[in-house]
Nanobody, 126 residues
Framework: QVQLVEFGGGSVQAGGSLNLSCAAS?????????MAWFRQAPGKGREAVAT?????????YYADSVQGRFIISQGNAKNTVSLQMNSLKSEDTASYYC?????????????????WGQGTQVTVSS
């Protein structure tokens, strides 16, 4: 199992921005076919926020709730991904998880991602 680590969570006021980043363990020599950000709010299921299709000629996936506000991008290093979150709303408050997978679907399926980070908390106050 590949270790993924998220960085950049925190607290921000509504309308503000945060940038999350994720990197796989440096000892991992493979390459994910897709990397994604999921989130889970208290009492709710885990939902896909954005997915980057690295090995396909396919544009990124965004949940309707974040379309136009969030941007997912690949980092300079292999198996790194970032999520720029703008115009944050209180409903964006959740734990955000980075995930990597090899069998990628559009829209993404939680069960198809093999490796997950521990999560980073994002809190948006109104």
């Amino acid at each position: 199992q590949v270790q993924l680590v998220e960085f950049g969570g925190g607290s921000v006021q509504a309308g503000g921005s945060l940038n999350l980043s994720c990197a796989a363990s440096s000892v991992y020599s493979g390459t994910f076919a897709c990397m994604a950000w999921f989130r889970q709010a208290p009492g709710k299921g885990r939902e896909a926020v954005a997915t980057l299709y690295i090995s396909e000629r396919r544009g990124p996936y965004y949940a309707d709730s974040v379309q136009g506000r969030f941007i997912i991008s690949q980092g300079n290093a292999k198996n790194t991904v970032s999520l720029q979150m703008n115009s944050l709303k209180s409903e964006d408050t959740a734990s955000y998880y980075c995930a990597g997978g090899y069998l990628c679907h559009y829209p993404p399926r939680t069960a198809s991602f093999n490796d997950w980070g521990q999560g980073t908390q994002v809190t948006v106050s109104s």
